[in-house]
């Protein structure tokens, strides 16, 4: 899996738009926090049970994505969640998978919030918000 920063993620985007660019948060971040234009949310984990399933979310990607040979990028709050997802695509058969390194909101600051240190969204990247 490749890790590539929020810009990098950008770049990649614009210079590979057949790239599958998923979103892996649960759909109510995705829809109020905000996310980038053009993502598509497939949930690694959803509410209530917040438990993820590898093999239903690799599914849902191949379902989307149409073959596992396709480009994925994936998204999450902060980076940690897509390392998971990533690998269980990997594991799945997915041949070029990439993740946004820190996320949409990046890691916490010394007062616990984010996207004051880095991200998506700190980077000044486009997104849009419900």
Same mark, same amino acid.
Request: with cysteine.
């Given at each position: 899996?490749?890790?590539?920063?929020?810009?990098?993620?950008?770049?990649?985007?614009?210079?590979?738009?057949?790239?599958?660019?998923?979103?892996?948060?649960?759909?109510?971040?995705?829809?109020?926090?905000?996310?980038?234009?053009?993502?598509?949310?497939?949930?690694?984990?959803?509410?209530? =049970? #917040?438990?993820?399933?590898? *093999?239903?979310?690799?599914?849902?990607?191949? @379902?989307?994505? &149409?073959? /596992?040979?396709?480009?994925?990028?994936?998204?999450?709050?902060?980076?940690?969640?897509?390392?998971?997802?990533?690998?269980?695509?990997?594991?799945?058969?997915?041949?070029?998978?990439?993740?946004?390194?820190?996320?949409?909101?990046? =890691? #916490?600051?010394?007062?616990? *919030?984010?996207?004051?240190?880095?991200?998506? @969204?700190?980077? &000044?990247? /486009?997104?849009?918000?419900?």
């Amino acid at each position: 899996m490749k890790n590539l920063l929020p810009q990098e993620a950008w770049d990649l985007l614009q210079r590979q738009p057949d790239t599958l660019f998923v979103d892996v948060r649960m759909e109510i971040e995705s829809l109020y926090v905000g996310r980038p234009p053009g993502v598509e949310n497939v949930p690694w984990y959803e509410y209530p =049970d #917040l438990t993820p399933n590898p *093999q239903a979310f690799a599914a849902a990607v191949l @379902r989307e994505a &149409g073959t /596992p040979t396709r480009p994925v990028l994936l998204i999450c709050r902060s980076g940690k969640r897509t390392v998971d997802a990533g690998l269980a695509l990997e594991a799945a058969g997915f041949t070029d998978v990439a993740h946004v390194v820190h996320g949409f909101e990046g =890691d #916490l600051d010394d007062r616990f *919030q984010r996207s004051t240190l880095n991200g998506w @969204r700190h980077d &000044g990247l /486009p997104w849009e918000q419900m």
